[in-house]
T-cell receptor
Framework: GAVVSQHPSRVICKSGTSVKIECRSLDFQATTMFWYRQFPKQSLMLMATSNEGSKATYEQGVEKDKFLINHASLTLSTLTVTSAHPEDSSFYIC????????????FGAGTRLSVL | AQTVTQSQPEMSVQEAETVTLSCTYDTSESDYYLFWYKQPPSRQMILVIRQEAYKQQNATENRFSVNFQKAAKSFSLKISDSQLGDAAMYFCAYRAVRYSGTYKYIFGTGTRLKVLA
């Protein structure tokens, strides 16, 4: 199946710093990627849809200036958590749909962010 | 708005036995896709099985099968001959068929499956 690589898998940072998370589709092109946030023992909540070459579409309640998304190429989307605070600590997951037919989403392995 | 409901927060099954996980959804669309994803302790989301709404035949993937009842908006997952490796969080997901663009998934709240040796 298609492979989506997400890096880093874990990051610990101090409050006030910015953290960048990368999501790469390794063997297919993805004009669209999705960013999710998952709290412990909860479901995946869609944060935003990343669109190659255009602005991301954010879900209601998600701060655009807090969670910066850049989809610079057909294989790479980045999520930057700016001025991170402890409440931003969470598990972040990206996914990319394989175009054609069912557009099944393939997921990265996730990034655990801990803000001290 | 579409919603996905998983009413079983946790289920247990004896190894080699069969278990069924429930999922119901609400939509006004006539064509859509339904998925079951597995999230083991590693947190990697893995596609288990998928169903296209226009297909009446229930999808099957080895030990995994679904019971898709379109009129009842029900999409349950049956795991036969349960194995220890099946222990995970299982999420039901819905996606509308949108020819012009977005492929957003809507996830249920998940069911944690424990497999007892």
């Amino acid at each position: 199946g298609a492979v989506v690589s997400q890096h880093p898998s874990r990051v610990i940072c101090k409050s006030g710093t910015s953290v960048k998370i990368e999501c790469r589709s390794l063997d297919f092109q993805a004009t669209t990627m999705f960013w999710y946030r998952q709290f412990p023992k909860q479901s995946l909540m869609l944060m935003a849809t990343s669109n190659e070459g255009s602005k991301a579409t954010y879900e209601q309640g998600v701060e655009k200036d807090k969670f910066l998304i850049n989809h610079a190429s057909l294989t790479l989307s980045t999520l930057t958590v700016t001025s991170a605070h402890p409440e931003d600590s969470s598990f972040y997951i990206c996914s990319a749909p394989l175009s054609g037919g069912e557009n099944i989403q393939y997921f990265g392995a996730g990034t655990r962010l801990s803000v001290l | 708005a579409q919603t996905v409901t998983q009413s079983q927060p946790e289920m247990s099954v004896q190894e080699a036995e069969t278990v069924t996980l429930s999922c119901t959804y609400d939509t006004s669309e006539s064509d859509y896709y339904l998925f079951w994803y597995k999230q083991p302790p590693s947190r990697q989301m893995i596609l288990v099985i998928r169903q296209e709404a226009y297909k009446q035949q229930n999808a099957t993937e080895n030990r995994f099968s679904v019971n898709f009842q379109k009129a009842a908006k029900s999409f349950s997952l049956k795991i036969s001959d349960s194995q220890l490796g099946d222990a995970a969080m299982y999420f039901c997901a819905y996606r509308a068929v949108r020819y012009s663009g977005t492929y957003k998934y809507i996830f249920g709240t998940g069911t944690r499956l424990k497999v007892l040796a």
